[in-house]
């Protein structure tokens, strides 16, 4: 169970703003340490954002993605009150799932 | 491999069964499969092939918003966005990171075909935006100069 993603779903009309900030040190696997041993690579692989039931945003994300991943994006169809799931997997199995109400 | 109706039949039954005893629920399942090949693909060219793609078109119906000079390798902040018809499937590449893909999203019905994220760079490279609609790959592309690498060492 990582660290709580902070979301925020803004409705404007039925379209829906949904800006996710997750915590996730997304290592690459290319740095080195102060002894010159790689630091193993562990990072965010799979993100799922739901609104309700219903799937509306499905990514992959490589150890390219920025430490602590932001993701923005809109979509059509809910309304406030709808509550929106954030789930995301990384490279242990480790997984994490935030949800929030659409304000 | 042929599938035919009694394989099919097998198949479906043993995943019923499995989703009804609970070892394998629906909500378990991403619908995206994270593959390696695609993730370590270099380059653009590699990571369409990886991806089952015979090769893509530049299309100017896909923008880029991506800063001309990166202050920080590290945190390059992208927006992509299609205006083709049934775009499906949306990934943002560098074309000289140590594995090109960084991000890629499938795009279910009524979600905008637009996505914005941070992405990092380890030098002056190409950005590309590649699209997946009715079958086609696509792809427009902008370059970000890097002044400090951000994948480290």
Redesign the interface.
């Not at chain 2, 951000?150 to 060492?153: E, F, I, M, T």
């Given at each position: 169970m990582g660290d709580p993603s902070r979301i925020r779903a803004t409705a404007t009309g039925d379209e829906v703003e949904v800006k996710i900030l997750m915590k996730h040190i997304m290592e690459t696997g290319q740095r080195k340490d102060a002894t010159g041993k790689v630091i193993p690579a562990h990072f965010i692989k799979n993100v799922e954002v739901k609104c309700n039931d219903k799937v509306v945003l499905d990514g992959l994300f490589g150890p390219a993605v920025s430490k602590d991943p932001f993701l923005s994006f809109k979509f059509k169809g809910a309304k406030t009150g709808d509550k929106i799931t954030v789930t995301w997997r990384d490279d242990t199995g480790d997984s994490r799932t935030d949800q929030v109400n659409v304000g | 491999m042929n599938l035919n109706r009694r394989d099919m039949l097998r198949i479906t039954s043993v995943l019923s069964a499995a989703f009804a005893v609970g070892i394998l629920k629906p909500n378990d399942v991403?619908?995206?499969?994270?593959s390696a090949a695609v993730?370590n693909a270099k380059g653009l060219d590699a990571a369409v092939k990886a991806l089952g793609g015979n090769g893509f078109a530049v299309s100017k119906d896909i923008s880029i918003d991506a800063p001309d000079i990166a202050e920080n390798g590290?945190?390059?902040?992208v927006?992509i966005s299609s205006a083709v018809p049934n775009t499906e499937y949306m990934a943002i590449l560098?074309e000289k990171?140590?594995?090109a893909?960084?991000?890629?999203?499938?795009?279910?019905t009524?979600?905008?075909p637009?996505?914005?994220?941070?992405?990092?760079?380890g030098m002056t490279s190409q950005i590309h935006a590649l699209v997946k609609a009715d079958g086609k790959w696509l792809v427009a592309s902008k370059e970000t100069k890097v002044t400090l690498g951000?994948?480290?060492?």
């Open positions: - | 991403f619908a995206a499969e994270w993730f590290a945190v390059v902040p927006s560098v990171n140590p594995s893909m960084a991000a890629s999203f499938n795009i279910p009524g979600t905008q637009a996505v914005t994220t941070r992405v990092k760079m951000g994948c480290g060492g």
